[in-house]
């Protein structure tokens, strides 16, 4: 008895539970369900304007076909020809008559190995008249161009101008370096001269006890006529600089005058410091007028340059003499060897006149002999062939396409033999199409080949519409004209028709479906559930009546606004309840 109330109270909680969870799952089972359901994309369908473009694939083909024809029944005894080869107008395509072929062909390669002989026996014989004639006339062509060769050796003006060049240019180097060296010793000796008293001064200055102001000073002087020195003479000799030495020159001697007034009477430090640094004066003068005696006349600078300019005027005449001595010399040496050759093809040929003349008798008889066999051998092959009587040859330029005959059969009068394919008659391409499709073309109309992205450039203009012969009433068939790098067999795609035009009903490409009952749509249809509104799939069929690459007009049992299916995450069927996506 006391367990009865425990036992309420369990009950009565476990059924205020259920009633909780039952009221989630009746309020969230909507969402629930959505998670499950496939997601589409949609978009309604509105009024828009389509660019079309017809599309078709086509074999091209040759609009000039030349068919060469039997002209009475007569027997192929040869045919010369093979699909695919390419033939000039009056080349051989068919031998009529009596005869094996294996015989013709046997007598043809007889014919021309005769032939053959006869042009090496011919290209082979001796014209010793000839001969004689171009071996004296050779020879006197290399006695003249010895003698001009020695001439030229001897006497060229070109070669002795650079003859005298050269001893010039040597005389001039020897002048230049002797002024260098003068010069650069007189200018040098007096900077040393300087440095050396100089060196001498500061020395005594340093034991007299001039304090570190004055000694830095010194410093910097000797640096500067140190700097004035290598100036003057650079290690690499290359070029003296006068004014670079004067500037250091005129430098160090202001440090002098600087060290002379900080030791002078007007600071009483150290007279006779000063007295002795006035005591350089006349060396800074003496080297500051070498330099500008050099600067005015034959200064550093024009020594060297003359002495570059010298040596290199020397080395060209060298070259100059160099190239005309070998050249002239080469020259020389080349006609005196082509004279000896020629003397001696001469000297041999007149040593062999006998022999040439026999030599030149039996080969007439052999080019005799050779000439009868020849015209025995083409009065054979006559015989076999029937002559030019019994020969059917091109009348056209161009490429066999197909050959209908063999050998040993006998063709019936105006039966065809084989067909030329000649490209300067054009070529042609067509495909079916609608008729709506077709109602928006013109002949004309340009169009563009999509299939083709490589080598020459192929043009298409459309040159007819016509009924297709397969569906005349539903279809019909366009035909172009194609030019450029083509050939008959080709397979190409054509794209033409650009005119824009406004439909009433366009939904994008990705809407379309189709399957073996045709093309159709997906679109969305909404019904009221006490949970809100649910959507669902409805397959709509359609028939596409314009499409470019992004959208397409369509017909079919829908209305003007109705939101149609673009993609969905899952196969979709008719009936299906989906989830539209967010967004």
Known sequence: METKPKNREWVKNAAIIFLAVLLVLTFFSNTIMNRSLPEVSTEYIQSNTITAKVRGTGTVESQGVYEVKAGETREIRAVMIKSGQKVEAGDVLFILGEGDSAEIEAAQEQLRQLKLSYQQTAVGASNYSGQLQRAQARYDSAVAAEAAAYADLNGNVDLQNSIAALSASQEKLVSAQLNYKLANDAASQSIGTLLGVFTEFADEAQTAGADASGLALLNEARFAILGASEALAPADGSA????????????????????????????????????????????????????????????LEDCVRELLEATERNAGAQQQYDSFSGLFSEAYNAAVAE?????????????????????????????????????????????????????????????????????????????????????????????????????????????????????????????????????????????????????????????????????????????????????????????????????????????????????????????????????????????????????
Request: aromatic content about 8%; hydrophobic content about 35%.
């Open 240 to 299: 003296n600089s006068v004014a670079v030495s004067y500037d250091k020159l005129t430098t160090a001697e202001n440090l002098i005058m600087q060290f002379s007034l900080m030791y002078g009477l007007l600071y009483s430090d150290d007279p006779e410091l000063a007295s002795r640094a006035d005591a350089l004066s006349p060396y800074f003068s003496m080297a500051k007028s070498y330099l500008s005696d050099a600067g005015r006349s034959d200064d």
């Open 339 to 583: 004279r000896q050759a020629a003397e001696a093809a001469l000297r041999s040929l007149n040593d062999s006149a006998d022999d040439y003349g026999r030599q030149a008798a039996l080969t007439g008889l052999s080019l005799q002999d050779l000439q009868y066999q020849i015209e025995k051998a083409q009065e054979k092959l006559d015989s076999l062939t029937g002559g030019t009587e019994n020969q059917i040859t091109a009348n056209v330029s161009g490429t066999v396409s197909s050959v209908a005959v063999t050998a040993g059969k006998t063709a019936a009068k105006d039966e065809v033999l084989a067909t030329i394919e000649v490209p300067d008659m054009g070529y042609t391409l067509s495909f079916s199409v609608s008729v709506d499709q077709a109602r928006r073309l013109h002949p004309g109309d340009a169009a563009s080949v999509t299939s083709y992205y490589w080598g020459s450039r192929i043009d298409a203009t459309l040159s007819a519409i016509k009924p297709d012969p397969k569906n005349p009433q539903t279809n019909r068939l366009l035909e172009f004209e194609v030019t450029g790098d083509v050939a008959a067999g080709s397979q190409l795609t054509i794209s033409i028709g650009e005119r824009s035009q406004s439909y009433d009903s366009v939904v994008p490409n990705s809407a379309i479906r189709s399957d073996s009952n045709g093309k159709y749509i997906f679109i969305i249809q909404a019904k009221n559930s006490a949970l809100g509104n649910r959507y669902f799939a409805r397959r709509v069929g359609v028939e596409v009546i314009a499409s470019d690459d992004n959208n397409s007009a369509v017909t079919g049992g829908f209305n003007y606004g109705d939101y149609v299916i673009t993609t969905s995450s899952a196969p979709l069927k008719s009936g299906d309840q989906v989830r539209i996506a967010e967004g």
